[in-house]
């Protein structure tokens, strides 16, 4: 299986935007955005979190807000402020909010079938 990129828009209410290609990983569930790209936007940390990385380390980040544009879709999602080495990560809660999903064997971002429960 290869890996997957996408080129994304992103940006701060009524601040600058910056397109960046992010490597899709659906293994992660917040997007990372690099440490030159959140300065850039002029992004603020709301709060820090704790995060184990594939071979069980923990780290310590800051998270933020940031819209997202893809295509024809505008999102708001939090991410993490990468720092100097941290690559650019687009997880599964911001792919989520766009209602896409990653098809590994095509390799591409398709629409999810989203599902809604009634209650009687």
Same mark, same amino acid.
């Not at 990129?5 to 935007?17: A, Q, S, T």
């Not at 490597?23 to 979190?49: I, T």
């Given at each position: ?11 701060r209410?009524?601040?600058?935007e ?22 850039? $936007?002029? %992004? /603020? #940390?709301r709060?820090? +979190? ?10 310590? *980040?800051?998270?933020s ?27 599964? $809660?911001? %792919? /989520? #909010?766009?209602?896409? +999903? ?10 999810? *079938? ?7």
């Amino acid at each position: 299986m290869g890996l997957v990129y996408v080129d994304m828009e992103v940006y701060r209410e009524r601040g600058v935007e910056k397109t960046v290609r992010f490597l899709v990983d659906s293994g992660a569930f917040h997007s990372v955005l690099p440490w030159d790209v959140w300065h850039a $936007l002029g %992004l /603020e #940390a709301r709060r820090s +979190m704790d995060f184990s990385l594939a071979d069980g380390t923990l780290i310590r *980040r800051r998270l933020s807000d940031c819209r997202f544009r893809f295509e024809d879709l505008d999102v708001p999602t939090p991410v993490v402020l990468g720092e100097h080495k941290d690559a650019a990560l687009l997880g599964t $809660l911001t %792919l /989520e #909010a766009f209602g896409l +999903m990653l098809n590994p064997f095509e390799r591409t971002l398709k629409p999810m *079938r989203l599902m809604l429960a009634s209650v009687v």
